[in-house]
Nanobody
Framework: VQLQASGGGLVQAGGSLSLSCAAS????????MAWFRQAPGKERELVAA????????TYADSVKGRFTISRYIAKNTVYLQMNSLKPEDTAVYYC???????????????????WGQGTQVTVSS
C-alpha cells in the first residue's frame, strides 16, 4: 500500500494551499483518513480527520475555520484545503489511513495503518 501526498510548498501568510493524498492498491472505503503534521522539534499532531464515508470530520482547534478535509472515495483520495495560512502552520504534513470508528481515536497515531511520505508546507511571515 502506498499513500502519495502532494501539494505542499511555500506560501505567504494569509495564502492558501491544497494538499491531496492518493492511495494505491488499497480501497479506502472502509478507512478513516487523516492529516497530521510535524514541525521541527515537535510531536506529530492531528490536523484533521474524516470518517469512512465523509459524514464526520474533526479538526485541531488551531485550524478550525481555516482548513477543510474532504475525500473522494471513488478516487481513493483525501484532500486538505488550507486557507488563511499562518507561519505556525509550517510543518511536514502526513496523510494516514486506518480502520478507526471512534472519533476520539482519530488523534492517536498508533491506530493508523498506513502513512504517506510527507509533504513540506512552509508559510512565510
Amino acid at each position: 500500500v502506498q499513500l502519495q501526498a502532494s501539494g505542499g510548498g511555500l506560501v505567504q501568510a494569509g495564502g492558501s494551499l491544497s494538499l491531496s493524498c492518493a492511495a494505491s492498491t488499497l480501497t479506502l472505503s472502509n478507512y478513516a483518513m487523516a492529516w497530521f503534521r510535524q514541525a521541527p522539534g515537535k510531536e506529530r499532531e492531528l490536523v484533521a480527520a474524516i470518517n469512512w464515508n465523509g459524514g464526520s470530520t474533526t479538526y485541531a482547534d488551531s485550524v478550525k475555520g481555516r482548513f477543510t478535509i474532504s475525500r473522494y472515495i471513488a478516487k481513493n483520495t483525501v484532500y486538505l484545503q488550507m486557507n488563511s495560512l499562518k507561519p505556525e502552520d509550517t510543518a511536514v504534513y502526513y496523510c494516514a489511513v486506518g480502520r478507526i470508528t471512534v472519533i476520539s481515536d482519530y488523534s492517536t497515531r498508533e491506530f493508523y495503518d498506513y502513512w504517506g511520505q510527507g509533504t513540506q508546507v512552509t508559510v512565510s511571515s
